[in-house]
């Protein structure tokens, strides 16, 4: 079958799809595939010699496919409408018992749903940045026309298509400026509709009207501004009467929605602030009237029921598997995420890694997942360090981490951190894991005794508080210095402390630290560290060379019955697992000359991180030609990559393995990660990017969201207390401007919008 597949992707590839070999059980390319969403690679670099595959996909843009869901229920209603129209088009059945109708279109929207029952969607599109899994791929089988031969469409056919798919939407309000069956309304979405849908809703903002037809860069556009590329996160803007032909002013976030303003000469935008679609056509347009910039909204055509559901979906909020994510009733309050959803791949990886999450959530009684997985790999990093490294290019890459998990207080930490300092206390009994250090000379002394160390620090907001000068506190200060200058000495074989007192009495004679290595596993509260990060701690590298993970805000508490509240044991190591890390430490103390084990990488592993590579390195140029933050962090991936590799080879094989090597699996694990890592720094710099009113802002819509919704100005005023009345007065008003809230005066409540 893989031959068969593998000439058909040639053929599909030879007529200018974007084709890509797929996991048919999974519904994904294999790897790393976003970056070829923007660019079709060349064929031998995704399908390569001896690759095992099952399926093949197409990446969507100019390719567009309408995905009949249910079995295909709509389907031949759809195809009896337009009758020979559909004629020449593919047609597949799915493995669901779906069906596929592709065509070509230079304007391609993105993924949309177009109509819906009472069970869900029953008709949507592939379209920027989808893929889909198509035949020859088993389960897919092609009932006319053919992918190599697909229809070009020009914008009125298109539409039409979409218009015959939307006209079967059973949940929408059928009132008589809605007759399907009307020449007149036929000839109307011909001449009319557009890959946005420019009718508003029911119980639809202003805000949310220009933010879903992307009002704000239409306006940009008649002003003179310029759109000049994106990346999987940035659209990059140059601004009206820039020289440089290809710099950049300003940015739009495809994560928040917000256009961010780089710029000291893009007036009347103010540089360092963000602004929303509304607030943009509101400068452009209305003179900086919000208020009147509402008002010009157009007003209804057609009117969904109160439940239908209206929200186009970006491709890039699409899940692991392609698969879009859940809709949202419009009757939800809903606000932009600042959550990173963690690759659910990593929570299944095995090994060493899996045996030490699985003791985390089984003592846990409110489990973290995400938290385990990262105390996982710490524990791994510790027993592994000075034992093996990597050797790239004559780099020698080890596997210390530095690790933060950030959740808030009483939601599952403490089971992690107790596992964690057994197995430490387990492989060191007469060094336990030390929770601090009292000052810089206490900790180069501990590297100098024991040269391996697992740092359980669970003060990390106090930390940032030190190094970002709001406490003034010298030896917290040089404690942390001194850790990143370890993370970068982990491959020197001649670090030397400094002298102590004894030493400086020549009592004791300095000698140099060969390959020092320090693993560090933190946690934090979110609000904490928010409120203690700053740009400088972004810039100067501490936060950067933490691996951080988003915890849940709420985890649930296990539902225990009386005999199983009573019967289990108090944790601890089982023998066998005890076994398992006295094999590590025998590994370190019986190194021939001290030298690590060199553990190789195999060409499948090497590919995957080099395609990673290419997308990460196009972001640091990006954003060193413009700036921003995350520049310098980036920097830092590639070593990260390869750590991460070494890690998960490390809890595939365990000690003293002589097969060890870091294979392909282990290199999409660590990009996983790396990019999971990608996000939740940028969010964390896009925060710091804004002004402290536009943080303030953000603040107060998350908060409002956790309430449920809504609160009143006690609750408001209680909470944020620490900002002055006019901060508070501010950020109502500029919330209520900009529709984010609304007020009920009888109720005295605001509620999110």
């Not at 592709?102 to 819906?116: I, W």
């Not at 509304?278 to 009147?292: H, K, M």
């Not at 990262?374 to 990597?390: Q, T």
Request: with cysteine; proline share 5%.
């Amino acid at each position: 079958m893989t031959q068969e597949l593998l000439d058909r992707a040639r053929e599909l590839y030879d007529s200018g799809l974007n084709v890509l070999p797929a996991d048919r059980a999974k519904k994904r390319p294999l790897g790393t595939w976003k970056q070829w969403t923007k660019a079709r690679p060349k064929f031998d670099e995704v399908f390569r010699p001896g690759l095992k595959f099952d399926a093949i996909c197409v990446v969507c843009g100019a390719l567009e496919i309408i995905d009949f869901d249910q079995a295909g229920l709509k389907f031949q209603e759809f195809a009896n409408f337009l009758g020979n129209n559909l004629d020449g088009f593919p047609v597949e059945r799915t493995q669901s018992g779906g069906k596929h109708l592709g065509f070509r279109s230079d304007d391609c929207g993105r993924n949309q749903k177009l109509a819906s029952n009472a069970q869900g969607v029953t008709i949507e599109t592939r379209g920027e940045g989808g893929i889909c899994l198509i035949a020859p791929s088993s389960g897919y089988e092609l009932e006319r026309g053919d992918w190599s031969n697909v229809p070009t469409l020009s914008k009125k056919e298109r539409d039409f298509i979409l218009y015959a798919a939307r006209r079967l939407n059973e949940i929408e309000d059928k009132t008589a400026n809605f007759d399907k069956n009307s020449q007149k309304t036929t000839e109307y979405y011909q001449n009319n509709a557009s890959k946005r849908d420019f009718f508003t809703f029911q119980g639809e903002s202003a805000s949310d009207y220009y933010r879903r037809t992307e009002a704000g860069k239409d306006a940009l556009q008649r002003h003179g501004w310029e759109y000049l590329r994106d990346d999987l996160k940035w659209e990059q803007w140059k601004r009206p009467g820039q020289p440089i032909a290809d710099k950049p002013g300003a940015s739009w976030s495809k994560e928040d929605g917000f256009f961010h303003v780089f710029s000291s000469n893009a007036a009347p935008f103010e540089p360092g602030k963000s602004y929303s679609h509304l607030q943009v056509v509101a400068l452009l347009d209305y003179g900086g009237d919000v208020s009147a910039a509402s008002k010009a909204v157009p007003r209804s055509i057609m009117r969904p029921a109160k439940n239908a559901i209206v929200e186009l979906v970006d491709p890039f909020e699409l899940d692991d598997d392609a698969e879009l994510v859940a809709p949202v009733p419009p009757t939800e309050k809903r606000i932009a995420p600042r959550s990173i959803p963690f690759p659910s791949e990593l929570f299944n990886v095995g090994g060493l890694l899996g045996e030490i999450q699985d003791m985390m959530n089984a003592l846990a009684i409110r489990p973290q997942p995400e938290g385990a997985f990262l105390g996982a790999l710490a524990c791994v990093s510790y027993l592994s360090g000075r034992s093996i490294a990597l050797n790239y290019n004559g780099t020698l890459v080890t596997p210390n981490l530095y690790a933060l998990f950030l959740a808030p207080t009483g939601m599952g930490k403490e089971a992690i951190r107790r596992v964690a300092s057994e197995i430490a206390r387990t492989y060191a009994p007469k060094e336990p894991a030390p929770e601090s250090f009292a000052s810089v000379q206490a900790l180069q002394n501990f590297v100098a005794r024991v040269r391996k160390i697992f740092w359980l620090h669970d003060e990390f907001g106090r930390d940032l508080a030190v190094m970002n000068g709001e406490k003034n506190n010298a030896n917290v200060s040089s404690v942390i210095t001194e850790s990143l200058k370890l993370y970068s000495n982990a491959s020197n074989q001649g670090y030397l402390p400094k002298l102590v007192s004894q030493e400086a009495k020549g009592s004791k004679k300095v000698a140099p630290v060969d390959r020092p290595s320090l693993t560090i596993f933190a946690t934090g509260n979110p609000a904490e560290y928010y409120e203690a990060t700053s740009e400088t701690l972004l810039k100067n590298g501490y936060v950067a060379r933490f691996t951080t993970v988003l915890g849940r805000k709420y985890s649930e508490k296990k539902a225990l019955s009386f005999e199983e509240a009573t019967s289990v044991a108090p944790f601890s190591l089982s023998p066998r697992f005890q076994g398992r890390i006295a094999a590590w430490r025998d590994m370190e103390n019986n190194q021939a000359d001290e030298k690590p084990v060199f553990i190789p990488f195999t060409r499948a592993a090497f590919e995957v991180v080099r395609d990673f590579d290419v997308a990460i390195e196009k972001q640091i140029r990006l954003e060193s030609e413009t700036g921003e933050t995350s520049a310098g962090a980036r920097a830092r991936y590639f070593e990260k990559v390869w750590k991460y590799a070494l890690l998960f080879a490390a809890s595939q094989y365990g000690a003293g393995n002589l097969e060890m090597v870091v294979d392909e699996d282990c290199a999409r694990f660590a990009t996983l990660l790396v990019d999971y890592e990608s996000r939740v720094f940028s969010a964390t710099a896009d925060r710091f990017a804004a002004n402290a009113e536009t943080r303030f802002a953000l603040d107060v819509r998350e908060w409002a969201a956790a309430l449920g919704g809504s609160f009143t100005k006690t609750e408001f005023t209680r909470k944020f207390q620490r900002h002055n009345p006019r901060e508070r007065n501010d950020v109502l008003e500029t919330l209520l401007e900009a529709d984010y809230l609304r007020q009920d005066e009888k109720a005295r409540r605001f509620y999110l919008q």
